[in-house]
Every structure is written in C-alpha cells, then in structure tokens.
C-alpha cells in the first residue's frame, strides 16, 4: 500500500460535499509502503499528475507486499495448477472491481455534483451516508491491522528461524524460560513499536519507503534464484489440485496479497491521462499476476512438502540469504507504523474528536501484539484476513456501491453481474474464513 501518497493526497485535497472526513484509506502494503516516483505532468490547479509508467510503478508499489511470501506455501496447500487459477481469478476480480470505484466516483462527480471523491471512504459516505463510511473504515482497520499483526509474525518466525533459542534469549534477556522463541522476539519489538506510532508525522517515516521496495524485490530476486537451483538439484514432486477446501483457503491468500482497492481511487486522481487508467491498470495487475504465479510455483516446485509458511525459511544457511531474511524484517518493522496510520487515524476520529490520542494508538498496537501472539502461521493468518476482511472490502463494497449508483439505468446482466460479485464475496468470505480458522484452531 502506497501509504505516503495516501498521506500527500490527504494533505492537498479540496473540501467534500456532505462534509465527508479527512480520512482516504489504502489497502496491503502487502510491504511496499512506498512514495510514488515523481510525476512530470501537472493539472489546471497545478498538482502533480503521473505519466502512464509512473501509474504503472505506482499501481505496482501499491499493491505488492509481504503477501507474496506466503504464495509458494499456498500453492502446496491447493496445488500448482489450482494456484495459478486462483491467482489469475483473483487478478481479475480486483481489476473489475477496482474500476467498479473509478466509473462510481466518476458518475457521482459527473451527474451529481459531488465536488472531490478522494478516497474509498469519501465514495461510501457519496452512495450510503455514514452506514457506507462507517462499513469502509471498519474494514479498513479490520485489513490495516491485519497486515501489522502479519508484519508481527514473519518477523519472530523468521528471526526464530535464524537465530537459535540460546542466542535468542542471549539477545534478548535471559530467565524466559516460559516463553516460546516466537513469544521473545515479539515483545522484544513491542516497546520500540510504542514509539514509532507515538511519531505525529508520517513524513517522518518516508525515507524507509525506497528502503522497503529495494529490499522486497531484492529478497523476492535472491528467492526464485534459488528455487530454480533447489529444483534443479532435486526436483520434489507436486501435486496439482489438492481439493476444494484448499482452494477456499488459496483464494484468502490471493487476495491478501492482491489487496489495493483503497488506492484505486487516489491512483486514478494522479493519472494525467485518465481516459488509459483502465488500460494501465490492466497491464499492472497481469503483470503482477505473473509475477505472483512464477513466485508461487517455483517456491513450491522447488521444495515440494517441504514448503514453508515463510518461503525465505527455505533458504539455506548463509550470508546472503541471512542478510535477505533481516533485511525484510527491518522493512517490516519500520512498516509496521506506516500501516498503522489509517488505523489511528479513524480511531481518533471516532473516539478522540480527531485529536492526537497516544493511549489510542498504543491500545491498538498493544491489542496488534497480543493476536499475533496467538497465531502461529503466517500463511494460515494471511488467509483468515483475506478471507474474512479483503474479500469484503475488495469485492463486496465496490460492487455494493456501483450497484446503487447505477440501478436506475443498467441493465439486467449488469445488474446480475454486480449482484454475482457481491454474492461470490461473501460467499468467498464465509468459506474462507471457515477454512482458515479450522487451520489455525488445529494448530
């Protein structure tokens, strides 16, 4: 999630019919929260407007993230022609759906008079007043913490993973006897995350942003380099279709990973030629698709059962490797506050008044810390939250809206098609959720 460019959108926005609240929202950083490269264009009011590559970067940076790692696992669990399907569903669902918001918003702004839809947020109060605004935000905090309580696990299982208990507790203090290594380094982290969130000024923390792409495409290079060395040396057998269930479980992953509705809509507003946004878009989540399905079936043909939750667990010992490892966990670690942001900032606007509310911010990362203590796989949490979560705010809102906003004057097909989405989210929410709880319950 591009959460800086979020941040600058909110920053220079213009005043909102309805006197709609400052709160634009984005989905997964699934990593990546980035700054976007810096346009050439300019509009009539002199903002900046990005060419056709840079919205291609940006669309990029916004939606790929740590989802990705969980992908070679996932693929294990559905098998690897079941995981390409999915990945490529899932892609198209999250186009259609992510331009269901862009010809909403502009029907709104065109026959309506609505001034600046800016954000997902704005579009729900425009359709349903605060039902909408409020259904928005509650998915939104639901998705953001989400991702941080994922942050929160990649980063003990995987300093888990390379340190051993003895050098662990070195690190971190002896006479913890009773608690589990995983345990260990996540409170070791809770204290300094207490400061990054008690930080008032996102730009503070954008510096990391170009830190944390280098490093997730750097790590995700390292990556299939080795799968197509493991799977040379040995070549594991893979199973292609593992069952139904699984692939209930597979599509709560895929979209996880895939989550960026909330950018849909800042994304398209910095687009100097909008008329090609669709086009653009397009082309940045086929390309993504592939790059995803690649990841997902080298990682899983090249370790075969046994496949990690963490596909960097796969690697072998050695500096590189260790170094790639920590890397992604400082990423994540800085991360975690960025992500954090759309979180506090609806929070303080439903119980502080808008104000800056230290003990709000470190309730809910105290609260952050507390699940991801209770959940031991990281690919079995992506998919409860893409499941139960991104589904929603993925599939079912945008189709919700659109539904409503044009029901006087589509047709029948269109409409059915949009109902079709809405009850394939659900349904997606249901079942997945039920899935994935299973897993983590029997875990």
């Avoid at 892609?91 to 269901?100: D, G, H, I, K, V």
């Avoid at 260990?184 to 170009?210: C, D, E, K, Y």
């Amino acid at each position: 999630m591009n959460i800086i460019s979020w941040r600058r959108k909110e920053e220079r926005r213009m005043g909102f019919e309805r006197q709609a609240s400052s709160s634009g929202h984005g989905g997964e950083e699934q990593g990546g929260s980035a700054a976007p490269l810096l346009p050439k264009h300019h509009d009539g009011s002199g903002a900046h407007l990005s060419s056709q590559p840079k919205t291609f970067a940006n669309i990029f940076i916004a939606i790929v993230g740590s989802g990705v790692l969980g992908l070679p696992y996932t693929f294990k669990r559905t098998g690897w022609a079941a995981g390409v399907a999915m990945i490529a569903v899932v892609a198209f669902l999250t186009y259609y759906s992510m331009m269901l918001l862009v010809r909403t918003r502009r029907k709104l702004e065109k026959d309506r008079g609505y001034s600046k839809i800016a954000s997902f947020g704005d579009l729900g109060l425009a359709v349903s007043g605060q039902v909408g605004r409020l259904a928005v935000d509650a998915m939104i905090v639901l998705s953001q913490a989400g991702f941080c309580v994922s942050y929160l696990i990649f980063i003990a299982n995987t300093l888990s993973h390379i340190f051993n208990g003895n050098s662990a507790r070195g690190l971190l203090g002896s006479g913890l006897p009773s608690l589990s290594l995983k345990s260990i380094w996540i409170w070791g982290i809770f204290p300094f995350q207490l400061g990054l969130n008690a930080v008032r000024t996102l730009t503070r923390l954008a510096p990391l942003s170009i830190f944390a792409d280098a490093v997730q495409i750097g790590a995700m290079g390292v990556v299939m380099t080795d799968d197509v060395t493991s799977f040379l040396r040995r070549a594991p057998a893979a199973e292609a279709f593992r069952g139904w269930s699984a692939v209930f479980y597979g599509i709560g992953v895929a979209v996880f990973a895939f989550e960026g509705i909330g950018m849909a809509l800042p994304l398209e507003s910095e687009t100097a030629d909008k008329a090609k946004f669709g086009r653009t878009l397009g082309g940045s989540l086929c390309f993504i698709s592939i790059m995803y399905a690649s990841f997902g079936l080298l990682g899983y043909l090249a370790f075969g059962e046994d496949t990690m939750d963490i596909i960097t667990n796969n690697l072998g010992k050695g500096f590189v490797s260790e170094l790639v490892q920590i890397c992604l966990c400082v990423n994540l670690f800085f991360s975690f506050p960025l992500m954090m942001n759309p979180v506090h900032e609806v929070m303080e606007r439903s119980f502080a008044g808008k104000s800056f509310s230290l003990w709000l911010r470190w309730a809910m990362v105290l609260a952050v810390t507390l699940v991801a203590l209770l959940v031991p796989n990281f690919a079995d949490f992506l998919s409860l939250v893409g499941s139960a979560v991104c589904c929603v705010l993925g599939f079912v809102l945008p189709a919700w809206f659109h539904l409503r906003v044009f029901k006087n004057e589509m047709g029948l097909l269109a409409a059915a098609l949009d109902s079709a989405i809405i009850t394939l989210g659900l349904l997606l929410a249901v079942v997945g959720t039920w899935s994935s709880l299973s897993e983590i319950i029997s875990a």
